[in-house]
């Protein structure tokens, strides 16, 4: 957390700051992570991790079927 200062009246005239404010104990968050922070806060969609996620879930599962079926095999063996 940071103390910011924060401009509060504006001359657009000579386009500099008549009026600057400080408001304590403010979070300051870099612009990958503010996307990541809108992502999570405004319920998007975010194709790269659902694909991975997804893939992911089916390789785990064609893994645990593909044991399931050797271990079978070597017990039909015995």
């Not at 401009?7 to 408001?23: F, G, K, Q, R, Y």
């Not at 806060?41 to 893994?63: E, K, T, Y």
Request: net charge negative.
């Amino acid at each position: 957390m940071a103390d910011v200062l924060i401009c509060t009246a504006w001359n657009s005239t000579t386009n500099t700051c008549d009026a600057v404010s400080l408001v304590p104990d403010v979070y300051l968050f870099s612009s990958a992570a503010v996307q990541n922070i809108d992502l999570l806060l405004n319920g998007g969609f975010d194709r790269d991790s659902f694909g991975l996620g997804f893939v992911g879930f089916l390789s785990l599962f064609a893994i645990g079927l593909a044991t399931g079926l050797v271990v079978s095999q070597i017990r039909k063996l015995r």
